[in-house]
């Protein structure tokens, strides 16, 4: 007989197995990656907070890159559907229907000049079955760079939900995410899925990739 927590563990690797096979059955060639991220944040009013982001990236084709920067995010009422599935979540933010975000970002490269980056996001999330939250968020990257101008549009898609370990609540997710660069008017979409766990204290988060998958962009050029 299985219990409580067991049945979590087999939903969340049915889950994760099969987004991760869709995501691999539609690669043209593949990338393993392991790309660290810590986030640490203050409230500055109940529905105000702090941010201060360092993390690895690899965008679109760039090569790996720190991301170093502060925002802040405005936090719309918590539901009552989102704050049940959030209830062993620290990161307030989940038991928000609507979070919008305004930040810098310094983006240091090994081979080409530095990006001074600004981001303004606006993240919408829904309850689903099984306890699940789908994160949409919608994040537009400023970037300017040698005085020179370009933008980005980035859309990615989350799936995550907490599991109990004994008195620990990890919060295993999947994402994926695709975007559109300005600077070469194309529909960069290096889609990639992450299964990953979360880890949070009071105020700092820390996400851990098991597998960072990446494939290889299939671009269209945008007739003007």
Known sequence: MTTSTEDDWVRMAVLLLFLLLLSCGRASGQTFQFLPEVNVFSRVQPDIR?????????EAGDPTQAEIGPG????????APLRRIAAFDLDEAKSRSLQLSAGFRYVPSPDK???????????PRFPLVWSILLSDRNRMDLDWSQNQFTWRYRNR????RRVAVRSYHPGPYVSAEIFYESQYQKNGTPRHSTPAVSFRSASISSSIP???IRTSPAKSRISS
Do not use: S, Y
């Open 50 to 58: 702090f941010n201060f982001q360092a993390k690895e990236t690899r």
């Open 72 to 79: 802040f995010d405005f936090l719309l009422k918590p539901l």
């Open 113 to 123: 000049p530095h990006t001074e980056r600004l981001i303004v996001a606006a993240t």
């Open 157 to 160: 898609l989350t799936l995550e």
């Open 210 to 212: 098991i597998m960072n």
